[in-house]
């Protein structure tokens, strides 16, 4: 093979792998979403109430209870490690993505103010800029209805 044959071969490569990343980013941002949608306060008292049944229906009473209570809290505190650590490293990769969005719109800014700055001939005088005329103050005895701010200064001047 050639270089040149090698070089297209990588570049169709990295525009898989670009479009699985894709695809693998919006599958689990659905998976999250339902995932959360999924989890109503009725389900989790139901998963709770089960859980609790089963960990006393699979435990004797007496000494060993106390044993085996410790070993399903350390379960359950691994358990919860684990899902926070997913959490949390799902919620540093979009993290990763917001920042890079944001350095590309600071780029495209910094792009759109650099043409601005440069100088353009003028091809007519600019037009005056004129200032807003002030709103006349509404009559109390008018029919019309005064705004929200209008009326609680009417009546606490009162």
């Known amino acids: 093979m050639n270089f040149e044959a090698l070089r297209q071969r990588v570049q169709r490569a990295e525009l898989v792998v670009a479009v699985r990343v894709e695809k693998t980013r919006s599958s689990w941002f659905s998976l999250s ?17 089960a859980g609790g049944f089963l960990a006393g229906k699979l ?9 085996q209570g410790a070993r399903w809290l350390q379960m359950i505190g691994s358990v919860s490690n684990l899902v926070a650590s997913t959490q949390a490293a ?5 993290a990763g993505e917001a920042a890079e969005t944001a350095e590309q719109a600071a780029d495209k800014v910094d ?27 509404v009559d109390p005895a008018s029919p ?5 701010a209008e009326a609680a200064t009417d009546i606490s001047e009162r």
Not at 120 to 129: D, G, K, M, W
């Open 59 to 67: 435990e004797p009473t007496g000494l060993g209870a106390k044993v």
């Open 111 to 137: 792009d759109a103010t650099d043409d601005l700055a440069r100088p353009a001939p003028r091809a007519a005088a600019p037009t005056p800029r004129v200032s807003p005329q002030p709103q006349p103050r």
């Open 90 to 94: 799902f919620a540093s990769m979009q």
């Open 33 to 49: 979403t339902v995932w959360r949608a999924g989890w109503t306060p009725m389900r989790i008292i139901t998963v709770g109430l």
């Open 144 to 148: 019309q209805q005064p705004q929200p």
